[in-house]
């Protein structure tokens, strides 16, 4: 993705999100350098243990989760963060094959680069990175692959960190259904995903008390003012983060502590806010062991294995793709 792609498109999204009710912001743009290392930091505190329990889930069970794969086969990070999942994966299959290709995906240069950085210690990968939203990067990673069974090699695709969490569950069946239709009979989901937890560690962990989560959130408002001319006051917006247990999911505002005005420059417009009226940044689902495979099975997959760390309440999933049914 060329970069005045990405800025029309982040233009796009702010006019229509500022301008509808309630107001509301894409995760998506969580994600420049500066949002990229506060994630990084974030996943380092301890109140949040999501990163800590998926990296003991791989660092246990790598060699088992990579098994059904071998020569030929291809790996595709969705959201690659600085690359030590994938490595921890990676490592394996490359004692047993002669050359990984690793793809990379992701809307961060800063995470791509990481990620580049990180697997480069190891023998015998070979990295492409696409700067692109999850769809897009998925085609370009598998459009070598030419049609027809057993040519190229299976895929693995993995979809780590509970990104899944992100999307409500009407987008998130969508988008595994979208990964099923790129995807060939014995390509492979490796698919992270956040279990329900007490309401009080959910808290602390989307509302920590170093505040790193509220600069986190802030960020975004930050970006808007650096890269498309925004006039907003950080100081006048406050982190709020609660837990809809109806809905199974957090929620993330930047709320308004006073009625103001903010000017966008490079939109030409003024957006007004209300005492208290927040921008709704991210909603992060949380899941039941059962309901993430009845999901993959929804989108045509079948489980192979899933992983559970009992402490952090996190799930990881082998989803393999299933032969579709003539008509389907």
Request: aromatic share 8%; charged share 25%.
């Amino acid at each position: 993705m060329h970069r005045t792609e990405f800025l029309d498109r982040f233009m796009d999204d702010v006019r229509a999100g500022l301008s509808a009710s309630p107001k509301h912001l894409s995760p998506e743009y969580f994600y420049d350098a500066l949002g990229s290392h506060l994630f990084e930091a974030i996943c380092q505190l301890p109140w949040y243990p999501l990163t800590r329990a998926e990296r003991a889930l791989l660092e246990r069970h790598a060699e088992e989760i990579v098994a059904p794969f071998g020569e030929g086969t291809s790996i595709v990070e969705l959201g690659c963060g600085c690359g030590e999942k994938l490595a921890l994966l990676a490592a394996p299959l490359c004692k047993r094959i002669p050359r990984l290709g690793v793809h990379l995906v992701d809307v961060s240069e800063t995470a791509l680069d990481l990620s580049r950085r990180t697997l480069g210690r190891l023998p015998r990968v070979e990295t492409s990175a696409h700067r692109a939203r999850y769809e897009e990067g998925l085609a370009l990673a598998t459009a070598r692959r030419t049609p027809g069974a057993g040519d190229g090699g299976a895929v693995l695709v993995l979809f780590l960190g509970s990104n899944i969490g992100n999307l409500d569950p009407e987008a998130a069946a969508a988008f595994l259904a979208t990964l099923r239709a790129s995807l060939r009979p014995g390509d492979g989901l490796l698919l992270g995903a956040d279990l329900v937890k007490p309401a009080a560690d959910l808290a602390l962990a989307y509302d920590d008390p170093l505040g790193v989560t509220a600069a986190f959130n802030k960020n975004l408002l930050a970006r808007i003012n650096r890269e498309l001319g925004g006039t907003f006051d950080l100081r006048s917006f406050d982190h709020r983060a609660a837990w809809n247990a109806q809905s199974a999911r957090v929620e993330m505002h930047l709320v308004s502590r006073r009625r103001q005005a903010v000017r966008v420059g490079a939109l030409g417009i003024e957006f007004a806010f209300e005492e208290g009226e927040s921008i709704w940044t991210e909603s992060s689902y949380k899941y039941e062991p059962d309901g993430v495979v009845r999901m993959g099975e929804r989108a045509g997959f079948r489980c192979f294995k899933q992983w559970i760390e009992p402490n952090g309440r996190f799930s990881t999933t082998l989803l393999l793709a299933e032969e579709r049914a003539a008509g389907r």
